[in-house]
């Protein structure tokens, strides 16, 4: 009720307007008097995957609070768990604007932002301070200007410094808007990288005396062939997760609208299809000993039913929380609880 109307006057804003201003918003709908306004505490629907307990399986993906500046003001909008960054070690401007452009005829965005972020110190105070109940991811990156071969140090760094903060963390291999970034998907890059990783992870978690799952985040643009490759990486290194799917490069489901032709990576109900696929493939591959979490064009209820049943034990949405706002976070929960699903299992 409330959201369309607030929607109508974000849309005649220039997207990256509209999109700090929602985030004012969401701070607001964090605080009172207005805390409970919008979506109010996490639904009560919980799922207990990678050894933590999800308050309920819908959360929202990375990209929307990069610099976890909203933590509190976003947790007040219903979600089981909220991802924040991807963050880098410095801080980046991200690509020139305009960078953000909506479709709305096809309920999609394309963005080619270029992890602007204020840096991982900035981003581990806002964590230091935010207060949220439910489980909170922290999607960690490369600077733009790390050259290629030195972009494992990138994500080490970042590993340590958000470790302690994190109940999860993301490893974000594939931003189509970083150049080089999607490279480290495959062969001995992607083995490399996930072995220096679980090592510094090892590490940490005696350090800490508390184990922090690493969840790698693939992009949906990927053939059978490499994905079968991927999963027996996943595999071999002990990945805890996999998050499924970034966005696509493709224009599939938006030719001929205006901005199709931008660069950078589309999201919303075009990559649905595609991201269903690459999950389904992983989820064949996994057997159960990898959770998946699924994003990718989940736009109501029935979309995130089609992502569990094809193998994912939670939910991500950024695309659909901008077409139709905190009213989707109940609605998933609602369609997921009256299926009986996720169920109750922990896998592996
Ligand atoms: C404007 C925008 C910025 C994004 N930034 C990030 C990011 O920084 N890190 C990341 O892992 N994913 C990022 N994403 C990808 C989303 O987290 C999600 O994986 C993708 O959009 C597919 O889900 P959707 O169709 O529900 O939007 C971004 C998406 C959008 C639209």
């Not at 979600?79 to 305009?98: A, D, L």
């Not at 489901?253 to 990559?271: K, Y």
Request: hydrophobic share 40%; glycine share 12%.
């Amino acid at each position: 009720m409330f959201y369309p109307l607030v929607r109508r006057l974000l849309f005649t804003l220039p997207p990256e307007t509209a999109h700090d201003w929602s985030l004012r918003l969401a701070d607001l709908a964090g605080h009172e008097p207005f805390r409970g306004w919008v979506g109010g505490a996490a639904i009560e629907a919980p799922v207990r995957v990678m050894g933590l307990t999800f308050p309920n399986p819908v959360g929202l993906a990375a990209g929307l609070d990069k610099n976890a500046d909203h933590v509190t003001g976003l947790g007040a909008m219903g979600f089981g768990f909220i991802e924040v960054g991807t963050v880098t070690p410095r801080p980046q401007p991200g690509n020139p604007r305009p960078r953000l452009f909506r479709l709305p005829q096809a309920r999609a965005i394309i963005n080619r932002m270029g992890f602007n972020n204020a840096g991982v110190d900035h981003f581990v105070e806002q964590v230091r301070r935010a207060r949220y109940p439910g489980v909170l991811g922290l999607n960690i990156g490369k600077n733009f200007d790390t050259p290629m071969e030195r972009a494992v140090d990138d994500y080490l760094y970042c590993l340590e410094r958000v470790y302690p903060h994190a109940d999860y963390v993301t490893v974000n291999i594939s931003s189509p808007n970083t150049v080089g970034l999607r490279d480290l998907q495959q062969g001995a890059a992607l083995d490399g990288l996930l072995e220096r990783l679980k090592a510094r992870q090892a590490e940490l978690a005696e350090a800490h005396g508390r184990y922090v799952p690493l969840v790698i985040k693939v992009a949906p643009d990927l053939e059978d062939a490499e994905i079968d490759d991927m999963a027996a990486a996943f595999l071999r290194q002990d990945v805890d997760g996999v998050i499924a799917t970034n966005t696509t490069i493709t224009r599939e489901g938006v030719e001929g609208l205006a901005h199709a032709e931008e660069q950078g990576g589309l999201s919303g109900a075009p990559v649905r299809a595609r991201s269903t696929a690459v999950l389904r493939r992983f989820a064949g591959v996994f057997a159960g000993r990898i959770p998946l979490i699924a994003a990718g064009g989940i736009m109501s209820g029935e979309d995130a039913v089609e992502k569990i049943e094809a193998g994912a034990r939670l939910v991500q949405v950024y695309t659909g929380f901008i077409y139709r706002g905190p009213a989707l976070v109940r609605e998933i929960n609602e369609t997921l609880r009256a299926r009986g699903l996720p169920g109750s299992h922990e896998p592996g």
